[in-house]
């Protein structure tokens, strides 16, 4: 027995109305129902990637935090840096490190746990100059008569700061009086 009800509806694939002889119906045609069943499936599939990937990573992670000895991938892993970084650690001191041969550096846990455990370092905070008290670029150029590589280098060799307001770069006056006189 055939439905004499006609109900003007959306499809929920394309947007376009139709006409729909019952009031479940969803799409307007065998194509959008195709095309909203791939897009279902598809979603599915990358979520279940997504969850996988965020379970295999939590389990190496609580594996990496049983173990003493660690890797310099696993530190990295556990730190949240690079592996470059970790190598960087490592070498400069700052974690102690044990090489055991090529492409065999371990770390203990502990090592790690006082790195993390240690203070950061507050940044140095640059002085305040004002504008009044600078030259820019151009007028020291001028001023001094050197060339802008040399302005660059001597600004570099002492430690010289300059700041950028606008479209100009600002050297405190003070400082370059005290080089060139």
Do not use: W
């Not at 009044?132 to 001597?154: Q, W």
């Amino acid at each position: 027995m055939g439905s004499n009800i006609y109900l003007q509806k959306i499809c929920e694939q394309c947007g376009k109305e139709f006409t729909a002889r019952t009031t479940v119906t969803r799409f307007c045609s065998h194509t959008c129902s195709s095309r909203a069943y791939k897009d279902r499936t598809r979603k599915d599939k990358v979520e279940k990637i997504k969850t996988d990937t965020i379970r295999i990573k939590t389990k190496e992670i609580g594996e990496i935090q049983t173990r003493d000895v660690l890797t310099v991938s696993e530190v990295a892993a556990l730190v949240g840096c690079s592996r470059r970084t970790a190598y960087r650690l490592a070498a400069t001191g700052t974690i102690k490190s044990a090489n055991l041969g090529q492409r065999l550096t371990r770390i203990r846990r502990s090592e790690v746990d006082s790195f993390l455990s240690l203070p950061a370092k507050p940044a140095p905070q640059e002085k305040e100059y004002e504008i009044s008290e600078c030259y820019t670029v151009g007028e020291a150029l001028r001023t001094f008569g050197i060339s802008d590589k040399t302005l660059r280098d001597i600004l570099k060799r002492n430690g010289i700061p300059k700041f950028q307001r606008g479209k100009f770069v600002y050297i405190p006056k003070k400082l370059l009086n005290e080089i060139f006189n």
